[in-house]
């Protein structure tokens, strides 16, 4: 690929930015070719930007594609980019992978793994997941 886009200094700015907070990395510096700047302009100040999704929520749904295309390459970066809860996640997959996990319980501050794992439910015919009651959870999991 040549030197042919057309650039935005504003929108290549305002990636390189995006591009530092999502993977914690300080001060990116610009890179030359199309290809880096497609990522800059186009990935990080459109998509990464786009209104209804958290940095933390994009980076989930990254994180399952990757897993279920078995990107492994790909997935070690966003998982040392994001939080404990990327290798936790990473660790229960694993888990539930190899069979050893009979349940999963998600915690009522997880909304979006709530509605995540429900609309899969329901644009296959399968009713929502159960809510159960704090103190119901432990005879749930047994």
Same mark, same amino acid.
């Given at each position: 690929?040549?030197?042919?886009?057309?650039?935005?200094?504003?929108?290549?700015?305002?990636?390189?930015?995006?591009? #530092? !907070?999502?993977?914690?990395?300080?001060?990116? /510096?610009?890179?030359?070719?199309?290809? +880096? %700047?497609?990522?800059?302009?186009? =990935?990080?100040?459109?998509?990464?930007?786009?209104?209804?999704?958290?940095?933390?929520?994009?980076?989930?749904?990254?994180?399952?594609?990757?897993?279920?295309?078995?990107?492994?390459?790909?997935?070690?970066?966003?998982?040392?980019?994001?939080?404990?809860?990327?290798?936790?996640? #990473? !660790?229960?997959?694993?888990?539930?992978?190899? /069979?050893?996990?009979?349940?999963?319980? +998600? %915690?009522?501050?997880?909304?979006? =793994?709530?509605?995540?794992?429900?609309?899969?439910?329901?644009?296959?015919?399968?009713?929502?997941?159960?809510?159960?009651?704090?103190?119901?959870?432990?005879?749930?999991?047994?």
């Amino acid at each position: 690929m040549g030197d042919d886009m057309d650039s935005d200094p504003d929108k290549r700015q305002r990636g390189l930015e995006v591009m #530092a !907070s999502v993977y914690g990395w300080p001060g990116v /510096g610009d890179g030359p070719g199309d290809f +880096f %700047g497609y990522t800059v302009e186009h =990935l990080f100040a459109e998509i990464w930007e786009r209104e209804g999704l958290s940095y933390r929520d994009r980076r989930l749904l990254l994180i399952g594609l990757l897993v279920g295309r078995g990107m492994d390459d790909v997935l070690g970066l966003q998982l040392e980019a994001g939080d404990e809860d990327y290798v936790m996640a #990473a !660790s229960q997959q694993a888990a539930a992978n190899a /069979g050893a996990l009979d349940h999963i319980v +998600f %915690g009522r501050n997880e909304p979006t =793994l709530h509605h995540y794992h429900n609309t899969y439910r329901a644009r296959l015919g399968m009713d929502p997941l159960p809510l159960f009651a704090a103190e119901d959870v432990g005879a749930v999991v047994g």
